[in-house]
């Protein structure tokens, strides 16, 4: 069973950045795509970010397209997510998660989460 623990949430005011992180332990961490889902209240959960196994693939939802940045370093077995040019519709709960088979959009494709870290943006 691998887990996924994130940090980094927080609230910051609209047009400043935040940067998530996600530590990934008990399983290898390059067996895993990884990706960043959100949730806002009453709102389903949604895409946000992807990377492949390596890092050399990513894949962005249209809403934050040039705006936030997924990375990962292997050798420390974590994932990130640089988000710059926050809004207030930024504002959720994030979550990553950990998939072998995919990066995509399909949050039932990833077999592991974590518990969520706060975001919220203030206009």
């Known amino acids: 069973q691998v887990q996924l623990v994130e940090s980094g949430g927080g609230l910051v005011q609209a047009g400043e950045s935040l940067r998530l992180s996600c530590a990934v332990s008990?399983?290898?961490?390059?067996?895993?795509?990884m990706a960043w889902f959100r949730q806002a209240p009453g709102k389903e959960r949604e895409f946000v970010a992807g990377i492949s196994w390596s890092g050399g693939r990513t894949n962005y939802a249209d809403s934050v397209k040039g705006r936030f940045t997924i990375s990962r370093t292997n050798a420390k077995n974590t994932a990130h997510l640089l988000m710059s040019s926050l809004k207030p519709e930024d504002t959720a709960v994030y979550y990553c998660?950990?998939?072998?088979?995919?990066?995509?959009?399909?949050?039932?494709?990833?077999?592991?989460w974590g518990q969520g870290t706060q975001v919220t943006v203030s206009s």
């Open positions: 008990g399983r290898t961490f390059t067996n895993y795509a």
């Open positions: 998660g950990a998939s072998t088979v995919t990066y995509g959009e399909n949050w039932a494709s990833y077999s592991d």
